[in-house]
T-cell receptor, first 117, second 110 residues
Framework: DADVTQTPRNRITKTGKRIMLECSQT?????MYWYRQDPGLGLRLIYY???????NKGEISDGYSVSRQAQAKFSLSLESAIPNQTALYFC????????????????FGPGTRLTVL | GQNIDQPTEMTATEGAIVQINCTYQ??????LFWYQQHAGEAPTFLSY????GLEEKGRFSSFLSRSKGYSYLLLKELQMKDSASYLC???????????FGTGTRLQVFP
């Protein structure tokens, strides 16, 4: 079973719709992240959370919101989707426990391909 | 500010050696990561450097020079499956966030 899962894997929606992307992890990590990836722009950080009570904006948070429902779950919402939010979205996790690998390495989910028409 | 530069594309031949360079500027450095990403898939962790020098892991090695703000990923005995994008990422000491470069797309030809 995958350690970091994302649902849905693909989604096509219309402008103005509210969309929620979900991320779950079984790695026991305390830190979770949401990125978007666009051709030629690389991975850009949307929001991140270092523990359940800690939520922080990344470099491109406008138009997005997040919820950290539990240590293992981190959801990304688009309140009113627009076409330039069409992208590949990745969730990632990291942790500082001895079991977490070399110093806070981030591990990525499989991605959600979102298309906004 | 923070900036990471790496070549956009590279090509190489199966069995050869290729070096992918990454230069960075950051206000506070706390480690450099290399990830591999096949088209449409998730990035997967390859290597981590925080001290100067070479880290070797099988066919892949990564080098870091903090004074020069420079790293490279060395891939030996190239295989067709190594065709992918390679992402350089720097962790900022002050925020603990990763800043990613735009990636280098490597194509391996027979």
């Amino acid at each position: 079973d995958a350690d970091v899962t994302q649902t849905p894997r693909n989604r096509i929606t219309k402008t103005g719709k509210r969309i929620m992307l979900e991320c779950s992890q079984t790695k026991g990590h305390d830190r979770m992240y949401w990125y978007r990836q666009d051709p030629g722009l690389g991975l850009r950080l949307i929001y991140y959370s270092f523990d359940v009570k800690d939520i922080n904006k990344g470099e491109i948070s406008d138009g997005y919101s997040v919820s950290r429902q539990a240590q293992a779950k981190f959801s990304l919402s688009l309140e009113s989707a627009i076409p330039n939010q069409t992208a590949l979205y990745f969730c990632a996790t990291s942790g500082r426990s001895p079991l977490a690998g070399p110093t806070d390495t981030q591990y990525f989910g499989p991605g959600t391909r979102l298309t906004v028409l | 500010g923070q900036n990471i530069d790496q070549p956009t594309e590279m090509t190489a031949t199966e069995g050869a050696i290729v070096q992918i360079n990454c230069t960075y500027q950051t206000s506070g450095f706390n480690g450099l990561f290399w990830y591999q990403q096949h088209a449409g898939e998730a990035p997967t962790f390859l290597s981590y450097n925080v001290l100067d020098g070479l880290e070797e892991k099988g066919r892949f090695s990564s080098f870091l020079s903090r004074s020069k703000g420079y790293s490279y990923l060395l891939l030996k005995e190239l295989q067709m499956k190594d065709s992918a994008s390679y992402l350089c990422a720097v962790r900022d000491h002050n925020t603990d966030k990763l800043i990613f470069g735009t990636g280098t797309r490597l194509q391996v030809f027979p």
